[in-house]
């Protein structure tokens, strides 16, 4: 911990929000640079998003430039950076739009002319859009600077370290599980043949396990319903389950609440699980296949004590036990 040293900055305002004494200090001691700074919210503005995902990656590529002693440029982008391809190779691609234009765009400030690069069929939000058009910046780069994009998956609890089951947020698909443990989430639009890039297990089999480790292992507290409801592989079906046990019942308890003099949040919430649902359907009613043969050389040359401190693979994972330890955490 003395070779740590905290600096302040925010990456989405100019210079990195460094001051001139920290950046001349990062010039000349910096190694490595690992980029993993972004906003991951699916529903930013477009300005906002590129702001954090995009630009700041431009900054920080521009003060790579300036490191003496640079090894190494680490990119943290996503594994569903392209959604079009039916297979992610491991491998450069170029966004259908040119980042350059995109970022003029954003410095002019016109809300207008941001936003309409927000609908787009490739890109089902601006969280894709931004972390593509990054990845364009860095490719640009690769023949001056030592540069290596990264693409993870969904970003679930820990597996290890800190703590088994340990997450920091209720964002993404743990959200989604708690919600439906908590009895707030009574049903789900999704294709249960499609699975989990986590072992390649199917939704179906994640949501009948999640519901096992609910009623026998480890049972929630402040329980609105019991935990139930099968998944919906049709929009309409979902649509009036949706409205019949989930809307109409925090309509009720709102009353029931206000009646007694108490502030109404159901709906609320309700408001809040329709949009994040709306916005996670696109990943769980299609399949995604990635390929990880470069990965693969990679953990091959591990010897058998890195394998074990480094583990970046599902052998020996059960995955029922995965998942309970997260809902203990």
Not at 116 to 127: M, S
Not at 269 to 284: A, D, G, L
């Amino acid at each position: 911990m003395r070779k740590c040293r905290i600096i302040s900055g925010d990456v989405s305002q100019d210079d990195l929000g460094l001051s001139p004494e920290d950046r001349l200090l990062l010039q000349d001691e910096v190694n490595f640079i690992y980029h993993s700074a972004a906003s991951t919210r699916f529903d930013d503005c477009v300005k906002t998003a590129v702001c954090f995902n995009t630009r700041s990656t431009k900054l920080l590529l521009d003060l790579a430039h300036q490191c003496k002693n640079l090894e190494v440029f680490v990119h943290l982008s996503t594994a569903y950076a392209f959604p079009e391809e039916k297979v992610l190779y491991e491998k450069v691609y170029k966004p259908s739009v040119d980042v350059h234009h995109v970022l003029a765009v954003v410095n002019r400030g016109r809300e207008e002319e941001c936003e309409a690069y927000g609908y787009r069929d490739d890109c089902p939000n601006t969280y894709i859009f931004s972390k593509t058009l990054a990845e364009q910046l860095v490719v640009e780069q690769m023949d001056t600077l030592p540069v290596i994009i990264t693409r993870p998956s969904v970003v679930c609890p820990t597996f290890r370290e800190p703590l088994p089951g340990w997450g920091n947020n209720l964002q993404g698909p743990m959200g989604l599980f708690v919600g439906a443990r908590k009895g707030i989430i009574r049903c789900m639009y999704m294709k249960g043949d499609c699975y989990v890039d986590f072992g390649m297990t199917p939704w179906e089999e994640i949501i009948e396990m999640g519901k096992d480790i609910i009623y026998n292992d480890v049972p929630f507290n402040g329980v609105v319903w019991y935990p139930g409801g099968p998944i919906k592989k049709s929009r309409f079906v979902h649509n009036v389950c949706f409205f019949l046990f989930q809307v109409l019942p925090a309509i009720f308890i709102d009353a029931l609440l206000i009646v007694l003099g108490y502030k109404p949040i159901l709906c609320q919430i309700q408001k809040r699980i329709y949009k994040s649902s709306e916005v996670f359907e696109y990943y769980t009613t299609k399949a995604w296949n990635f390929s990880n043969l470069k990965a693969d050389e990679l953990r091959a040359r591990q010897n058998k004590i890195e394998r074990e401190k480094y583990q970046t693979d599902d052998e020996g994972v059960d995955v029922r036990e995965y998942f309970k330890k997260g809902c203990y955490q």
